[in-house]
T-cell receptor, first 115, second 116 residues
Framework: AQSVAQPEDQVNVAEGNPLTVKCTYS??????LFWYVQYPNRGLQFLLK??????LVKGSYGFEAEFNKSQTSFHLKKPSALVSDSALYFC?????????????FGAGTRLFVKA | DTEVTQTPKHLVMGMTNKKSLKCEQH?????MYWYKQKAKKPPELMFV???????INESVPSRFSPECPNSSLLNLHLHALQPEDSALYLC???????????????FGEGSWLTVV
């Protein structure tokens, strides 16, 4: 069965410090991995994705993520957090035998950045 | 420009009402989706249309009826809903090739539905 785990319900970080939001996945075949952010009362915004190639993926708003095949992880990172980064973050995976249309979302991680 | 537009932003309806949610995209995407999202939970897939044909129905109750009039529009018709159907309904789109799992899904801002 294909799945995505976000082990932390909440991450707290001080403004200016680096942040990491963790994601691990389980999928048969090649994984296609995504990160989305959701601000309060808004839809999901695409941040970045891993398809193939370089394991370090750079995305919007200074975020990046590292694909680690041996650890089946795709952690989201940012070198210096901003208060405005406070939001709900979803890791997602597609691929394997789900076909092209079914996206498996993690439970979400709430990020709080304190000034 | 990655934009999916949803109307209305908020909808309150009684359990005997009939209403519709509307979604529009002009990115030339050929796959369109409806998701349901409860507070602080991940989105749950409801329906997928590919090239204006229903491709996936995730065993959604018949009180939800999707419609794809053309490649840019997606509707969700609502009838005889229950209070537990209150949620954020998200429309999304992606390039539509079947099996193209690497295509990014772009979401609208959602329609907040309250059933009273």
């Amino acid at each position: 069965a294909q799945s995505v785990a976000q082990p932390e319900d909440q991450v707290n970080v001080a403004e200016g410090n680096p942040l990491t939001v963790k994601c691990t996945y389980s999928v048969s075949g090649n994984p296609y991995l995504f990160w989305y952010v959701q601000y309060p009362n808004r839809g999901l915004q695409f941040l970045l994705k891993y398809i193939t190639g370089d394991n370090l993926v750079k995305g919007s708003y200074g975020f990046e993520a590292e694909f680690n095949k041996s650890q089946t992880s795709f952690h989201l990172k940012k070198p210096s957090a901003l208060v405005s980064d406070s939001a709900l973050y979803f890791c997602a995976v597609r691929g394997g035998n789900t076909g092209g249309f079914k996206t498996i979302f993690g439970a979400g991680t709430r990020l709080f950045v304190k000034a | 420009d990655t934009e999916v537009t949803q109307t209305p932003k908020h909808l309150v309806m009684g359990m005997t009402n009939k209403k519709s949610l509307k979604c529009e995209q002009h990115m030339g995407h050929r796959a369109m989706y409806w998701y349901k999202q409860k507070a602080k939970k991940p989105p749950e897939l409801m329906f997928v249309y590919s090239y204006e044909k229903l491709s996936i129905n995730e065993s959604v109750p018949s009180r939800f009826s999707p419609e794809c009039p053309n490649s840019s529009l997606l509707n969700l018709h609502l009838h005889a809903l229950q209070p537990e159907d209150s949620a954020l309904y998200l429309c999304a789109s992606s390039q539509g090739q079947q099996g193209a799992a690497g295509n990014t899904i772009y979401f609208g801002e959602g329609s907040w539905l309250t059933v009273v």
